[in-house]
């Protein structure tokens, strides 16, 4: 059973230019979640999927940034106009809604966002 | 709201000794609890949960019980090694006012040899 995978690991991109990351969750794990993580703080939760449908959006989420998880398998969270602010890691997690393991979350490596 | 409060760190140990780091918890009902570690420049991998009060988590010498009394599930081990030095979140899930985790500002751990 493969773990999250996200992609890319890292990513250094002038301010004003667009990125987009990728994630793949575990296979078969119909929820999915997004958070951003800066420098000596915890995981801040973004944006969650349940399936396709996301279902959650934090605060956080400002206009520039849109996931998507079109066909219910991986997401992607793009960000607009970048700004040196959203420097940070952005972790993808997954879990399954069902019995058992049902609230725990699986995070994969985090992809680091470098704005210059 | 639902939230997570840990100890501030870094907590600082000699290799063998004994380790806790505090960690409480505001939220409505029984949530599920965790603990996550976080070494440099990865994702946090999951060390140990607990989904009821009185239940005991415990994974790789690690443990924390549910107090539901205290609101607590503190972080435990007995004979701390250099590689246990990490990132410790404590975290909680909640599926009322949404379905997510919501994690503690962390605690780094540093075991010197």
């Known amino acids: 059973d493969t773990g999250v995978s996200q992609d890319p690991r890292h990513k250094i991109t002038k301010r004003g230019q667009n990125v987009t990351f990728r994630c793949d969750p575990i296979?078969?794990?119909?929820?999915l979640y997004w958070y951003r993580q800066t420098l000596g703080q915890g995981p801040e939760f973004l944006t969650y999927?349940?399936?396709?449908?996301?279902?959650?959006k934090s605060r956080l989420l400002s206009d520039r940034f849109s996931a998507e998880r079109p066909k219910g398998s991986f997401s992607t969270l793009e960000i607009q106009r970048t700004e040196q602010g959203d420097s940070a890691m952005y972790l993808c997690a997954s879990s399954l809604n069902g019995k058992g393991d049902r609230n725990t979350i699986y995070f994969g490596e985090g992809s680091w966002l470098t704005v210059v | 709201g639902n939230s997570v409060t840990q100890m501030e760190g870094p907590v600082t140990l000699s290799e063998e000794a004994f380790l806790t780091i505090n960690c409480t918890y505001t939220?409505?009902?029984?949530?599920?609890l965790f603990w996550y570690v976080q070494y440099p420049g990865e994702g946090l991998q999951l060390l140990l949960k607990a989904t009821k009060a009185d239940d005991k988590g415990s994974n790789k010498g690690f443990e924390a019980t549910y107090r539901k009394e205290t609101t607590s599930f503190h972080l435990e081990k007995g004979s701390v090694q250099v590689s246990d030095s990490a990132v410790y979140f404590c975290a909680l899930f909640r599926n009322t006012g949404g379905f997510k985790t919501i994690f503690g500002a962390g605690t780094r751990l540093f075991v010197k040899a």
């Open positions: 296979s078969e794990h119909n929820r």
């Open positions: 939220a409505t009902g029984y949530p599920s």
């Open positions: 999927f349940q399936n396709e449908a996301q279902l959650e």
